[in-house]
């Protein structure tokens, strides 16, 4: 009972401030500032993305928690472009194959629950000319007291973080996911604490299937 009224009522504040950190924001500027047209948002949350969209026509937000959602209503009245709410897990994406033009993910991809599963339906929706749009937080490749405190307090996160994992390795899972990657780099983000600061920001196109 306590922790529901926690995932309902606390944690989408706390979210929705933690994620406002100037270093994020930025990133979310580079990341969706030459979008254009229909985009599906993975993770869409409280909506912070809205102000970064330059050129974008529809914007198909996904967001299975209904209570993060209720917190991005004035940003979507205020939004320049039709913003669709779809309350769907990114593990069954409610559209048709080869039929999206570009996805987004800014932060989601370390607390769906199945990722891999996600990944695949992702790649099913791209078009084949489609990018995957992303930036996360991942596990510490060059640090192994990090890396081990990030497996260490990885069970406690999901907990108080809706799912978060502190130990994806995103670049990985994506390529064996069937990805391959037209930009890619990792960096520090300022004003996040060491042990969730490496970030991986991409771009990435589905490899075609031989038959």
């Not at 993975?42 to 967001?63: C, H, K, R, S, W």
């Not at 004035?74 to 472009?81: D, L, N, V």
Request: charged share 20%; glycine share 4%.
């Amino acid at each position: 009972m306590i922790y529901k009224y926690y995932q309902q009522h606390i944690f989408p504040h706390i979210l929705n401030q933690v994620m406002q950190v100037p270093s994020l924001m930025e990133s979310r500027a580079e990341l969706l500032k030459s979008i254009q047209g229909d985009v599906l948002e993975i993770g869409f949350g409280t909506g912070l993305n809205i102000p970064f969209y330059q050129a974008v026509d529809t914007l198909y937000a996904l967001e299975p928690n209904a209570d993060v959602f209720q917190l991005a209503r004035e940003r979507i009245f205020k939004a320049p472009f039709l913003v669709q709410h779809l309350q769907a897990s990114a593990e069954k994406l409610p559209f048709a194959d080869n039929s999206v033009d570009h996805v987004v993910s800014t932060w989601t991809m370390c607390s769906i629950a199945n990722l891999d599963k996600a990944l695949a339906e992702i790649r099913r929706v791209l078009k084949p000319t489609g990018t995957l749009h992303l930036v996360e937080h991942v596990e510490y490749h060059n640090n192994d007291t990090l890396k081990k405190l990030q497996n260490l307090l990885t069970p406690i996160q999901k907990i108080i973080a809706d799912g978060c994992h502190l130990n994806r390795n995103i670049e990985l899972l994506m390529l064996n996911a069937g990805f391959k990657f037209t930009q890619k780099s990792y960096y520090d983000a300022e004003g996040i604490p060491h042990i969730g600061r490496r970030m991986f920001f991409a771009r990435a196109q589905k490899i075609a299937q031989e038959h």
